[in-house]
């Protein structure tokens, strides 16, 4: 009894509910035949990029036609509006148009040109069609300046260290959306970034790729690979420092290429300072010639290096496509250095004590052995497949992010290791929050339109020169990443590339991602601050005692960096264009 | 002045091996208990410069590092016919050594000589000497810094 009264009490819920709809139906029809007036359109920005959640509102006869549901425009820009008008309204009245959103200033009233008659129905409702679109200028309200400053506060916190980079750009985030919801609120002008634009600005493929290839490594790492690596580099050179020194070189490059540099470097440098105390010899001349390559190989291709995965993510760019554009300007850039920094250390290689090599080679290989040989077999065909993935992940129109995901899950899963203990110790949250409220700062310096005066300059500077702008693009980044942190720099970089990518007469096929690429992950190895790689290197070496001074690393590191950022203009210009 | 245990802080530079020559041949010359301590400070990673690492992957590789200079300092000190204690301790390098020169019991803290510049010191927070007078009067005992 109890649930036939409460079905009655839900059933007269319904018709209550429904009631008002049925009603303004009947109204309609009961009103007699109508015209009705279907306008569709779409709305772009002046770069030619489709604006979303444009209001748009319509005019008849001067007096302002109120619709059931605002109209606005979809994430392509484009709107439609049904308009029901007394029978005998059209063609005659003058239909009006006019569209805005904050940060754009709203058009003027514009009349639709051409309402063109499409049928009439058996009951004498008879429909029109127009169509009308709009190029929306933008405006430069207090929401540009405030996203503006927030940008910049958060560029020099991060560069002048004031405070954690992920802070910096938490702070950067919140701030944003708070004037948002605060005073936004009231006054449209004020609007910055909605919060369902800041989470669909969050690109998750570059979180979960990160992330990812963040429990492999730290399984990777587990068996002692590394280490082994640098020992088999020894064990091959047979004592020749010159080989041990290219050898070592390689194995950073190779790895780099495939695992973030940062652990590549971390777990390479004890081994590698170890050889070199063994040696007699300064560690710094086989730490600097290292962290460089890692820097170079971590170009290479689409996961080397967080750069190239923020890029490869927004241009929709393959594993493969980095390979093939950036690997062989890599490898060269590689042999120039590895050229460069034995002759720079020539003096410090002949000093070495090379003694007993059998000796070396025998503690070495019990101190640095595979410490667990079946997690290496089951860790290395993992990577393999995710690898084998990735370069398909093209032709599967899959997200390298689900590659590296499911490598990790099933080797986790496969390796027994404890999930809790991976989550807690090898995934860098810092540098996950950090990505992520980092695209929410950019977001906002994009919505509130500073990237679009910021592209605008950088076209009228290159005058729509596609050489201008390679070498602008190129130059600007390395020096750039030299100094200050490459991720914020690129995450900036993205919209403004993408647009030059749709001006610039050439540059549709992408050249200027790769230069982007390259400035930004090569133009790192100038100063010890450039790479987190550089900066671990450091650290590790003052840890044991071997200082190199802020103008030590740049004496050492500038003119390999500027060899190999000559080399990429001319691959870029005469290769690549 | 005759001291009964002698700690000193290594690294694998010139200077702190030095210091650790030092602290061994004063140790065999008082007969005093040797300790050679690496300390694995990863304050200059979290605070200095942010990279994308945890502070634990840093600090397991530092372990490693500091093992094997203390492997390398024992060499020195053994060719003075002294067997030291190695201690690698994690922690900011201040406040660790006073907590070993406390747990050892130690009259005499023996470290290596590090030039900077006004960057450096900065960056790794101030230098050894900036630090000597601080260090005696928070453990009380001598500081003596080979150059």
């Known amino acids: 009894m109890k649930r036939f009264a409460l079905f009655c009490f839900f059933l007269s819920l319904f018709f209550i509910a429904a009631a008002p709809v049925t009603a303004a139906e009947e109204g309609r029809e009961a009103s007699g035949p109508q015209d009705t007036l279907i306008v569709a359109g779409t709305i772009v920005n002046s770069q030619g990029k489709p604006i979303k959640e444009v209001a748009v509102h319509f005019y008849v006869n001067g007096v302002k036609v109120e619709l059931e549901e605002e109209v606005s425009t979809s994430k392509a820009g484009r709107y439609e509006a049904e308009l029901f008008l007394p029978r005998g309204t059209l063609p005659g009245a003058r239909v009006e148009i006019e569209a805005g959103k904050p940060a754009y200033k709203t058009t003027e009233r514009v009349a639709l040109a051409n309402v063109l008659k499409e049928k009439t129905d058996d009951a004498g409702n008879v429909s029109y069609l127009a169509h009308h679109g709009f190029t929306l200028q933008r405006a430069i309200t207090p929401a540009f300046w405030i996203a503006t400053l927030v940008l910049l506060v958060v560029y020099a916190l991060i560069a002048f260290e004031l405070m954690h980079r992920t802070l910096a750009a938490f702070l950067g985030a919140s701030v944003l959306l708070f004037i948002t919801y605060l005073v936004g609120t009231f006054n449209s002008d004020y609007v910055i970034l909605t919060f369902e634009d800041a989470m669909h600005a969050i690109d998750m493929n570059v979180i979960f790729l990160l992330m990812a290839m963040m429990m492999i490594v730290g399984i990777l790492k587990k068996t002692g690979v590394f280490q082994w690596m640098a020992y088999k580099a020894y064990q091959l050179a047979k004592g020749n420092v010159y080989a041990l020194a290219s050898i070592l070189m390689v194995i950073t490059a190779v790895a780099s290429a495939f695992l973030d540099n940062v652990t590549t470097m971390l777990l390479i440098i004890p081994v590698t300072i170890e050889i070199a105390l063994t040696l007699k010899i300064d560690p710094v001349a086989f730490l600097m010639p290292e962290v460089f390559a890692s820097n170079v190989g971590g170009t290479a291709t689409l996961i080397g290096d967080p750069p190239n995965i923020m890029i490869g993510s927004y241009a929709k760019l393959s594993f493969v496509d980095f390979v093939q554009n950036l690997s062989v300007i890599c490898a060269i850039g590689l042999v120039f250095s590895l050229v460069y920094f034995i002759f720079l250390y020539k003096k410090d290689y002949l000093k070495a004590q090379v003694g007993d090599v059998q000796t070396m080679i025998a503690h070495l290989r019990e101190e640095y052995k595979i410490t667990n040989k079946t997690l290496l077999i089951q860790g290395g065909i993992t990577m393999g497949i995710v690898i084998a993935l990735f370069i398909a992940h093209g032709a599967l129109h899959m997200e390298p992010s689900i590659a590296a995901m499911v490598g990790a899950a099933v080797l986790m899963a496969i390796s027994r290791v404890d999930i809790v203990e991976m989550i807690e110790h090898e995934i860098e949250w810092p540098t996950l929050i950090f990505f992520i409220m980092l695209f929410i700062v950019v977001a906002g310096a994009e919505e509130s339109g500073l990237i679009q005066v910021i592209a605008e300059w950088v076209k009228d500077m290159s005058q729509g020169s596609l050489v201008a ?56 190895n100038g100063t010890m601050i450039g790479a987190s790689a550089n900066v671990v290197t450091v650290g590790m070496a003052e840890r044991a005692g071997y200082h190199i001074s802020f103008m030590k690393y740049i004496k050492i590191a500038a003119i390999p960096t500027l060899i190999t950022i000559i080399l990429c203009t001319f691959w870029l210009l005469v290769v690549e264009i | 002045m005759s001291y009964k245990s002698i700690v000193c802080g290594v690294t694998g530079s010139a200077h702190a091996q030095k210091a650790a020559l030092k602290a061994a041949v004063m140790a065999r010359e008082n007969d005093a208990q040797l300790i050679y301590v690496y300390v694995v400070d990863t304050d200059f990673f979290r605070k200095g410069i942010a990279v994308e690492l945890s502070s634990h992957s840093i600090t397991e590789s530092l372990q490693h590092l500091g093992t094997h200079i203390l492997g390398v300092a024992e060499q020195l000190a053994l060719t003075q016919g002294v067997t030291p204690k190695k201690i690698v301790k994690t922690g900011r390098i201040l406040e660790a050594l006073q907590e070993v020169v406390k747990e050892e019991k130690a009259d005499l803290l023996v470290l290596g000589h590090e030039e900077r510049t006004f960057f450096e010191k900065v960056l790794f927070k101030g230098d050894v000497e900036s630090h000597v007078e601080e260090l005696k009067k928070k453990t009380g005992i001598d500081v003596s810094v080979v150059r």
């Open chain 1, 469 to 524: 702008a390679i070498l602008m693009i190129l130059w600007v980044s390395a020096i750039a990443s030299a100094f200050i942190d490459n991720i914020p720099f690129t995450a900036t970089m993205l919209p403004i590339v993408a647009y030059l990518n749709t001006v610039i007469p050439g540059a549709e096929h992408g050249i200027l991602w790769w230069a982007l690429a390259l400035g930004a992950c090569l133009g790192g």
